[in-house]
């Protein structure tokens, strides 16, 4: 049993919204995401998949057809949706199919979940605007966000945790952070 799962994705205050991406292992793209302002929360987890209150050993063995995923919370006066999808094209590779990195398989595909019409299109003219920047196809999917669950708490707020003890954090994150000139 897992102990230490967490129950929910934090409270929507009022008249934020909600974006889902997957880009790749979750903790590098929720540290990303947590630096931004206008962001209210970033929840990693699961999404997309078959199997309800998956684990992340079933969705690390292929087992569950989910994707490592974070859920943002965030202000759309302080920071526009647009701008989230900017920063989820900078943030990974949307080339690489069913990997980034090291890390290899469909839980850790590219994709933008979108939770309204208006989040679907943005997303859409969003990725044919960014084909631009690579030079081969990008193949994020775009899909409507489907149940959302929440990884167990000690893969929340991981970077933020573990950043300086963490060797994964160390050769991966904070390279990505540095890169995109938010380190703190």
Known sequence: M????SDATPAIPEGY??????AGCYWCVEAVYQRLE????V????????VEEPTYEAVCAGTTGHAEAVEVIFDPEKI???????????????TQLNRQGA????QYRSA???HNETQKKAASDSRE???ASFASPIVTEITEASEFYPAMVSHQDYYRINGHANPYCQAVIAPKLKKLNLEE
């Open 38 to 41: 206008g962001v209210h929360a």
């Open 17 to 22: 919204e909600t974006a889902t991406f997957a």
């Open 103 to 106: 890390d290899v398989g469909t």
């Open 112 to 114: 933008i979940y979108y």
């Open 80 to 94: 526009s949706y647009e701008t989230l999808l900017n920063w989820f094209w900078r943030l990974h590779d949307p």
């Open 129 to 131: 605007a960014a084909q």
């Open 2 to 5: 897992e102990d230490n799962k």
């Open 43 to 50: 929840t990693s987890g699961f999404i997309g998949g078959q």
